[in-house]
């Protein structure tokens, strides 16, 4: 099956700094998301892209499939970015996703 | 809309005894899916169902059973609990499986 991978996997940012996450898949894909769990546990989606580039306020995310990665970006980071961000992707159409282990991120006022 | 919704939210069980995780979705999705996560090992997919009425296994079926009777519910069961299963459970949901995933809250399960 197709293997995930984040990098890096803890990252510390200094409040008002922007970040790129990196997932690099083994497969083409046709399902790539991407979550955030914050520090309470709760899992919120932030992006279905499997292809092409997509932008919600100061988050920004990119996949490059035929690359093979995806990229995700946090601008002017704030202390309620802080939390694990996970990558999902599938390669096919009748398979669930398979998770990364995520990236850590601590966002310090 | 409550989205995705699961009971109980904290248990705390002894070895070989049983329980059932109820997770219920109100947005008529086809999908729903049962993970658990573990320090350092992302989300692993249990089970999940494509349908009422179906179910198939994930990547870590072993020691866990599943039910989808009604298109809103999936029930995830333990029946004889290890200490290996000491874990957070959450369940999800989507329209198509190729659309976006909706998670519940989770379920912290300590098994003594």
């Known amino acids: 099956g197709i293997q995930v991978e984040q990098s890096p996997p803890d990252l510390i940012l200094q409040e008002g700094a922007n970040s790129t996450l990196r997932c690099n898949f083994s497969d083409s894909v046709n399902n790539l998301q991407w979550f955030h769990q914050n520090p309470w546990g709760q899992l919120i989606n932030l992006f279905y892209?499997?292809?092409g580039t997509k932008q919600n306020g100061r988050l920004s995310a990119t996949t490059v499939a035929t690359e093979r990665y995806s990229l995700l970006y946090i601008s002017s980071s704030q202390t309620t970015d802080s939390g694990v961000y996970f990558c999902a992707a599938s390669d096919s159409g009748n398979t669930p996703l398979v998770f990364g282990k995520g990236t850590r991120l601590s966002v310090i006022a | 809309n409550a989205g995705v919704t699961q009971t109980p939210k904290f248990r705390v069980l002894k070895t070989g005894q049983s329980m059932t995780l109820l997770c219920a979705q109100d947005m008529n999705h086809e999908y729903m899916y049962w993970y658990r996560q573990d320090p350092g090992m992302g989300l692993r997919l249990i089970h999940y169902s494509v349908g009422e009425g179906t179910t198939a296994k994930g990547e870590v079926p072993d020691g866990y059973n599943v039910s989808r009777l009604k298109k809103q519910n999936f029930l995830l069961g333990l029946e004889s609990a290890a200490p290996s299963q000491t874990s957070v459970y959450f369940c999800a949901s989507s329209y198509e499986i190729l659309h976006t995933q909706y998670f519940g809250p989770g379920t912290r399960l300590t098994v003594l």
């Open positions: 892209i499997p292809s």
